[in-house]
């Protein structure tokens, strides 16, 4: 079968290291690893507050393609295009959803209601809706009006790459994610505090998404008393990164919500137990024996989680065979391209026919 040419509008730097770029950068390297022809859009980066600018060229590029070629639109493009000119668009379009925007944490009310009726309209015209896990379909078809059919769980993939486990000690406890509000770094923080009389380190990996929040941390590690146990590391190298994967005893993360988490399929091809929160696509991503979930924004549920983990090398032992076993059984890119690729060739079939 012959695959169908495609294109992939991106905005900002494709090298950012968060994971919806990372997965929109390892999708676009792997449907192009089919044999597939897929042009990459660069967008500005402003959306999704989009200058005029920027919106005039996203929607010039778009007019642009071939009728038949289906295009995929990142999220922030899908959520905040100006909804009259996709209307008139003549190529197919998927809107790739990691979660709606309207979700974000600490949004203005009128703000959310903006980004709200904005994506949901907008999802009413494109062609196809692929998205991460199906917690973000099930939001999706209940709250924004989306039909079942028109929407494909692309899980993201994995690499699997032979990891040197060295878990050092004292144990480390790990935990990767940009430094957002979202991510529940505060609280994580707050749960540490809890059990200083366990024997632990901790490493935060993750960019700073301001400088604002990043200085908060900082205060925070320094009021609580843990500036020698606790180390935000910020962005890291890729080895570096495997490495402290490899030396860890526990991955936690106390996000407020997560679409889906590539971090949690990170820990769990480490073989990693993993402390979190019950909240977004995390029970769906994280097996039950592998993990301990806890309500988010609730730090003395997070550090009694980190204390039975620490404390109970039996469990903490069956945890890490869930979580290798969980691991293994992960698609790779590979297979997440043939998902969307399936998806861009029906499209592409059908616009021809």
């Keep these: 079968m012959t695959l169908r040419p495609a294109a992939f509008a991106i905005p900002g730097d494709i090298d950012t290291v968060t994971g919806g770029y990372i997965y929109e950068r390892r999708l676009l390297e792997s449907l192009r690893a089919q044999g597939r022809e897929v042009a990459h859009l660069r967008i500005g980066a402003s959306f999704p507050d989009p200058t005029p600018g920027d919106m005039a060229d996203l929607i010039a590029q778009l007019d642009g393609l071939d009728p038949g070629t289906p295009v995929i639109l990142d999220g922030f493009l899908s959520a905040t295009i100006d909804t009259a000119a996709l209307s008139r668009l003549k190529v197919p379009t998927v809107a790739m959803v990691h979660h709606p925007l309207a979700l974000e944490s600490g949004l203005a009310p009128a703000r959310r209601d903006f980004l709200y009726r904005t994506e949901r309209n907008n999802l009413a015209l494109v062609s196809h809706v692929l998205v991460p896990s199906p917690h973000t379909a099930r939001i999706l078809r209940d709250d924004y009006g989306v039909a079942a059919a028109r929407i494909t769980v692309a899980r993201p993939g994995t690499d699997r790459y032979p990891l040197s486990r060295a878990p050092t000690d004292p144990p480390l406890i790990l935990s990767v994610g940009l430094l957002h509000p979202r991510k529940g770094h505060d609280t994580l923080l707050a749960a540490l505090s809890q059990i200083p009389g366990l024997d632990w380190r901790a490493v935060i990996v993750g960019g700073p998404h301001d400088p604002d929040h990043a200085a908060l941390l900082d205060r925070r590690v320094t009021e609580l008393g843990l500036g020698a146990r606790v180390r935000i590391a910020g962005r890291v190298a890729a080895e570096e990164l495997s490495a402290l994967y490899g030396q860890a005893t526990i991955f ?99 616009s021809c026919a």
Excluded at 277 to 283: H, L, N, S, Y
């Design 252 to 350: 936690a993360l106390a996000t407020r919500y997560e679409g889906y988490g590539l971090v949690f399929d990170e820990a769990l091809l480490a073989g990693l137990p993993i402390v979190s929160c019950a909240t977004g696509a995390v029970p769906d991503t994280v097996p039950p024996y592998a993990g301990v979930l806890v309500p988010p924004d609730a730090p003395g549920a997070f550090a009694e989680a980190l204390a039975q983990v620490l404390t109970d090398a039996p469990r903490r032992t069956e945890m890490a065979a869930a979580a290798a076993a969980a691991g293994h059984a992960l698609p790779t890119w590979a297979d997440t391209a043939k998902v969307a690729g399936r998806v861009l060739d029906r499209l592409s079939q059908a």
